[in-house]
């Protein structure tokens, strides 16, 4: 890997970034929108921080691919929904606090796995940008794994939130793409493909899954269909109902 010039961001690395970065953006809006549901003060504290620094991580990566020609303000503000490259599981909204505790931990951990294989990238901004996403990670990490030893004591909250662990992970397993389709590591940019980022995310999962009785990650797989967006690691476009959630609605107050 050699580190980059004002015009050498490849179009496989960018895409990369911007998936990363649309994600952070989406999962921002996430704790935002959902921290009145907070179970206790310290829940409200701690989304709102999770929120803040998602939007620093978008803004961060945003900034990054603007500084190779895109212009920053079109990135985080003025693309339409078929542009935004978010992690397809967070399309849908939290149905229930477990639900909403399964959906930003499987994306909290799929994100930072993914952003990872940037960690020591020769080009020092980036590799700085993904060592301080990976520093705050740590701290969302352990909020969640706080709620699941919650769990561990609540039997029908303990279901719940596997059920939902189920429900969402193929679309997580997804995001690291199709085996042998890997532009970015193809190229040299990444240092590790998708399959083995996969791979190192399920290993992941399992000290938390043993916390609510699962001694074995669920035999699941990567759910790509016929409309998989190998650029943009999702199938199709966000749906509307996400989109009018993200989207700035009063652009002219934003700087």
Known sequence: MTTLTPSSLSAALRDDLLALADTKLVLGNWYAECVINGRSLPDFAAMLGMS?????????????????????????RGRGREDIRSLELLDRAPGSWEDFLAAIWLAEL?????????????????AGIVRKIGQEV???????????????????????FVQSVNQRLPLALAWFGRDG??????????ALPGSALRERFVQELAPTLKLVGIDQVPASTADHRADWRSDARRHGAMPEGIYEVVRFKHQELAH
């Open 181 to 190: 389709e890997d532009a970015a590591y193809a190229e040299g940019d990444a």
């Open 138 to 160: 740590y701290f969302h990490l352990k909020y969640v794994d706080g709620w699941v030893r919650v769990l561990q004591e609540l039997p029908e909250r303990r279901a719940a």
């Open 52 to 76: 803040s620094a998602q939007y620093g991580h978008a803004r961060a990566l945003y900034q990054f691919i603007a500084s190779f020609g895109d212009d920053y303000a079109t990135l985080e």
């Open 110 to 126: 799929s994100s930072w796995t993914f952003a990872s294989r940037y960690l020591h990238h020769a080009d020092r901004t980036l």
